[in-house]
C-alpha cells in the first residue's frame, strides 16, 4: 500500500482530540526541554522551541515540529532528538493519560524560513511597483 503525505483535515485542521492530544504532547516535550530533562550534550547546547504536534488520526504517531534558537544546527538538532525519542516517549506515556504511547517522529519547522522567503519577495522592486499600481514608464 503507498504511502502518500499525511494531509490534515482541511476543514478543522485535524479533530479536536488530535488537536487536544497533539497539545498536550508539544507541552510535555517543551517542558522536558526547558527542564533540561534530555541529557544530550547537542540537545543542552540549544535552546528548542516546539511550535507544533501533530497526530495521526488513530493518536499512534507523533510528528513533532521543532525549532532550535536561531535555527542553526538543524540536522544535528534533529539526530541528537532521534537518539533519544525512546526516553521521550516513555516520559510522554507516563505523564500524558493515552491508550498507547504514540511513536515520535521530529521534524525541523520550516514555517519561519517560508515566511521569510514571502516576506523577502514582497519587499522586491518588482512586486512593490505591483503593488503600488504604477506601471513602468
Same mark, same amino acid.
Given at each position: 500500500?503507498? @504511502?502518500?503525505?499525511?494531509?490534515?483535515? #482541511?476543514?478543522?485542521?485535524?479533530?479536536?482530540?488530535?488537536?487536544?492530544?497533539?497539545?498536550?504532547?508539544?507541552?510535555?516535550?517543551?517542558?522536558?526541554?526547558?527542564?533540561? &530533562?534530555?541529557?544530550?550534550?547537542?540537545?543542552?547546547?540549544?535552546?528548542?522551541?516546539?511550535?507544533?504536534?501533530?497526530?495521526?488520526?488513530?493518536?499512534?504517531?507523533?510528528?513533532?515540529?521543532?525549532?532550535?534558537?536561531?535555527?542553526?544546527?538543524?540536522?544535528?538538532?534533529?539526530?541528537?532528538?532521534?537518539?533519544?525519542?525512546?526516553?521521550?516517549?516513555?516520559?510522554?506515556?507516563?505523564?500524558?493519560?493515552?491508550?498507547?504511547?504514540?511513536?515520535?517522529?521530529? @521534524?525541523?519547522?520550516?514555517?519561519?524560513?517560508?515566511?521569510?522567503?514571502?516576506?523577502?519577495?514582497?519587499?522586491?522592486?518588482?512586486? #512593490?511597483? &505591483?503593488?503600488?499600481?504604477?506601471?513602468?514608464?
Amino acid at each position: 500500500m503507498p @504511502r502518500h503525505h499525511q494531509h490534515r483535515d #482541511q476543514t478543522t485542521g485535524g479533530s479536536q482530540r488530535q488537536l487536544r492530544v497533539g497539545e498536550l504532547i508539544r507541552h510535555e516535550l517543551a517542558d522536558m526541554f526547558a527542564r533540561g &530533562d534530555v541529557h544530550d550534550p547537542v540537545i543542552e547546547r540549544h535552546m528548542i522551541t516546539v511550535p507544533e504536534v501533530r497526530m495521526s488520526a488513530d493518536l499512534r504517531l507523533a510528528t513533532v515540529y521543532v525549532m532550535p534558537l536561531g535555527g542553526r544546527d538543524g540536522k544535528e538538532v534533529i539526530a541528537a532528538l532521534e537518539r533519544n525519542k525512546r526516553y521521550m516517549r516513555g516520559v510522554i506515556a507516563r505523564r500524558v493519560n493515552l491508550k498507547f504511547a504514540p511513536d515520535v517522529r521530529f @521534524r525541523i519547522d520550516e514555517r519561519f524560513d517560508e515566511a521569510e522567503r514571502i516576506e523577502k519577495l514582497l519587499r522586491t522592486p518588482q512586486v #512593490q511597483r &505591483d503593488l503600488s499600481g504604477k506601471e513602468d514608464q
